[in-house]
């Protein structure tokens, strides 16, 4: 296992999805294993419009190669319309080299989300999210009720990934949200752990 690491790749608008992969990192890295984190670009509707290669601050921009070698992959957006947001599916669309050549087959996979209304389109999010993934032929892992908090929250977390709801006053992530993201890290950690085994 030396060298294998889980790829928590993410765009974060607000910061609180961010937050989310900061704390799946986290639980990632409580199993031994390296949590690489990494975010995308955003895009833009001139085209001739980019991005530096670097972001100014924060983790690097994913590269293709990061999603090919890594041992898993936790993968979060902001819920837009109920649904990932573009700069996240503009990165997936440029990997049908990896669907073809199969590197993702056989690897634990898992999402995440932060929409700023409770019946904001989280678990629609979520499932859109998982579609690329399946179609890469990857393992989908959610969130058992064995977590405890799962039953408890009062605000983001769902069966189907970590999740973080804002609200009006853009409230930042709470303890329960913070806790099943960490749970969410450690649980595809522990999964690519047995599938390198």
């Given at each position: 296992m030396s060298g294998a690491y889980i790829l928590v790749l993410y765009y974060s608008r607000h910061g609180a999805t961010e937050t989310l992969a900061k704390h799946i990192a986290r639980g990632v890295e409580q199993t031994g294993l390296e949590a690489r984190v990494r975010t995308v670009p955003s895009v833009s509707a001139v085209c001739e419009a980019s991005e530096d290669e670097i972001p100014?601050?924060?983790?690097?921009?994913?590269?293709?190669?990061?999603?090919?070698?890594?041992?898993?992959?936790?993968?979060?957006?902001?819920?837009?319309?109920?649904?990932?947001?573009?700069?996240?599916?503009?990165?997936?669309?440029?990997?049908s080299g990896l669907w073809m050549s199969g590197a993702l087959i056989g690897k634990p996979a898992?999402?995440?989300t932060s929409s700023a209304s409770l019946h904001?389109?989280?678990?629609?999010?979520?499932?859109?999210?998982?579609?690329?993934?399946?179609?890469?032929?990857?393992?989908?892992?959610?969130?058992?009720?064995?977590?405890?908090?799962?039953?408890?929250?009062e605000s983001?977390?769902?069966p189907y990934g970590a999740s973080h709801v804002a609200g009006q006053s853009g409230r930042v992530v709470d303890e329960t949200e913070l806790e099943l993201a960490a749970a969410l890290g450690k649980r595809v950690a522990n999964l690519s752990k047995k599938l390198l085994n």
């Open positions: 100014e601050h924060g983790p690097l921009y994913a590269t293709e190669d990061d999603l090919r070698h890594c041992a898993g992959l936790v993968m979060g957006s902001p819920t837009r319309f109920g649904n990932m947001a573009a700069p996240l599916k503009y990165f997936l669309d440029g990997t898992s999402v995440f904001g389109g989280q678990e629609s999010t979520l499932l859109t999210m998982m579609m690329p993934l399946l179609h890469h032929g990857m393992l989908i892992a959610g969130i058992p009720y064995s977590e405890a908090a799962l039953t408890s929250t983001g977390g769902t």
